[in-house]
């Protein structure tokens, strides 16, 4: 067995959660649940970012502490990660005593290291990004990455070495092609690096909420060095043994391309100063737009997940979010293209396909699977492209190519629809000397279902339940179940309600 540990980027308390942080948890969700099928032991960490100046102004703005705000806010990740059929481990939240404590321990071993040391820090700083940056950084006078005000502050702070560890970032980048994904973002951060990395400021002395340096309590520990140092906390770090030698290093960070550069280059070199094996890959998703727009508060066009769930049910929202944009790239999202392949996809294709199979197993051999004939050239067709669907969906699923895996799911469900068309049950069930025959083009057409409601099952795991029901398999979900063979003569198999109802299209609403 196989161990598998992945994370999401552990959240802003400071905004309520929409579809852009749905989108990393539902891929992260995925991957675990597709591992765990595989009898992998997986650990699956998200979790919240409590500490900071940019939580602690939301806080005073709303009149809370912020331990109030994170309390309050920590619900409503949590409520839709529930709601959004979430399989996490572990959450971790910044503010718990097994991180503060964590993140002393490492901060302190780095200052005796010599890697932290004590200066000062002149220069621009993006409080929304937690960011500074260099004059000639900025543009306009405004932060690169947002377009937002910077502020010049000054304070003595620690700096972590991290130009000391350049030539070794660098050599593991270009060591390890997959380190950094996908390719274009590995790039992006290799000419990053060869620029040269300056010293990075790691504490702050302008404001007091967070985990105070180990023996200098004037200076709280930078949010970020905090942060990302969850990934190791939540397996029991400092401690070596347990979890975190079980676990670390981790298998996959997912996060989304805005903060590539802590992940892949902050990260591995705060992890290369404590002498900690580095994470095996860092995935950078895409950017989510709504109807063409940046989501923003100002804007009102913040897309709420609970409100999609409500409306369209949780299954349709993790099968288009998933399958509408290939994950690495940007996306826009409308609702007349969700409507569109709820249609399309679910009620059509999906839904349909079980609808007429089922329905026709019951009408012909009252819904028992019969024992079957030989099977005829069309039969073998659909049997071989189901078989090598499998293996299509493990490889994509490997490269984290989510839209891929579904899509060749759904090259199998058309195909499963032009099978019925082309065997025409109708006309055999009319010849009792055909009954053979019958028995044979209904074993295949529900067989081949069988196997795509497992590999479905990760991303949409009430209907693949509700499917697998239907056909039979009481079992959950396993490779096991990947082996064309598995539905046995004489089961019993329902005639399907739909698993999607259909849903009038109007454009967009
Ligand atoms: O950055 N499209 O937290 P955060 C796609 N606390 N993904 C989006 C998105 C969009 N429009 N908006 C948000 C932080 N995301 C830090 C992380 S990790 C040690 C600390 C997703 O609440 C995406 O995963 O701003 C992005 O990286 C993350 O939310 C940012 O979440």
């Given amino acids: 067995m196989s161990r598998f540990y992945l994370t999401t980027p552990i959240y802003y308390v400071n905004d309520v959660p929409h579809i852009g942080h749905a989108y990393t948890t539902l891929a992260a969700d995925v991957l675990a649940r597709h591992h765990r099928m595989k009898g992998d032991e997986v650990f699956f960490l998200t ?6 100046q940019k939580v602690e102004k939301a806080a005073n703005a709303a009149g809370e502490t912020p331990l109030e705000l994170a309390d309050r806010v920590v619900k ?60 000639t950084q900025l543009i306009d006078f405004k932060c690169p990455d947002c377009n937002r005000p910077v502020e010049k502050l000054k304070e003595e702070s620690y700096f972590f ?3 000391k560890y350049q030539e070794q970032l660098l050599a593991h980048i270009e060591a390890n092609p997959d380190f950094i994904q996908p390719k274009s973002k590995r790039n992006e951060i290799l000419s990053f690096v060869k620029e040269g990395l300056r010293d990075l400021s790691v504490s702050r002395t302008t404001f007091t909420w967070g985990i105070p340096v180990p023996g200098n309590e004037k200076h709280v ?9 969850n990934y190791i906390t939540a397996l029991g770090y400092p401690e070596t043994g347990g979890n975190f030698e079980k676990f670390w290093p981790v298998d996959v ?24 094996p580095l994470p095996n890959k860092v995935f950078a998703h895409g950017w989510w737009t709504v109807e063409g727009q940046k989501m923003s508060k100002s804007l009102q066009n913040v897309v709420e997940p609970n409100m999609l769930i409500d409306k369209y049910g949780v299954d349709a929202v993790r099968y288009f979010l998933l399958r509408e944009v290939p994950f690495g790239l940007d996306g826009d999202f409308s609702h007349s293209a969700l409507v569109h392949r709820i249609n399309s ?37 659909l049997k071989s492209r189901t078989e090598a669907m499998v293996v299509q969906v493990e490889s994509h699923l490997g490269d984290l190519a989510f839209s891929k895996a579904l899509q060749a799911i759904w090259e199998v469900i058309s195909a499963g629809n032009k099978y019925i068309d082309e065997s025409a049950p109708w006309t055999l069930a009319k010849d009792p000397a055909q009954k053979e025959r019958l028995a044979t083009v209904m074993y295949c057409i529900l067989e081949s279902q069988r196997i795509c409601h497992h590999l479905l099952a990760p991303f949409m795991p009430e209907t693949a339940k509700k499917a697998l029901g239907y056909l039979g398999w009481d079992a959950e979900p396993a490779a096991s179940g990947l082996q064309w063979g ?15 109802p259909r849903i009038e299209e109007k454009g967009s609403e």
């Fill in 253 to 276: 960070h997912l996060i989304g391309k805005d903060i590539l550069r802590f992940h892949s280059v902050y990260w591995p070199t705060f992890l290369m100063a404590a002498g900690l």
């Fill in 486 to 500: 598995g539905l046995k003569e004489g089961t019993s198999v329902v005639k399907a309600e739909a698993l999607f």
């Fill in 345 to 381: 996809d679910l009620a059509n294709d999906l839904g349909n396909l079980l609808n007429r199979s089922t329905a026709m197993i019951n009408k012909y051999f009252e819904g028992i699977v019969q024992p079957t004939g030989p099977l005829q050239e069309i039969d073998e067709s």
């Fill in 161 to 163: 070495r991290m130009s």
């Fill in 221 to 229: 520990i930078y949010v970020w060095f905090d942060a990302l140092t």
């Fill in 47 to 52: 979790g919240t970012d409590e500490h900071g």
């Fill in 76 to 135: 409503r990740f949590q409520a839709l990660w529930e709601k959004l059929d979430i399989s996490y481990t572990d959450f971790i939240r910044t503010t718990q005593e097994r991180h503060k404590k964590g993140v002393a321990h490492i901060f302190k071993s780095l200052i005796d290291k010599g890697d932290i040391y004590l200066g000062e820090y002149e220069d621009w700083y993006c409080t929304p990004c937690e960011t500074f940056w260099t004059e």
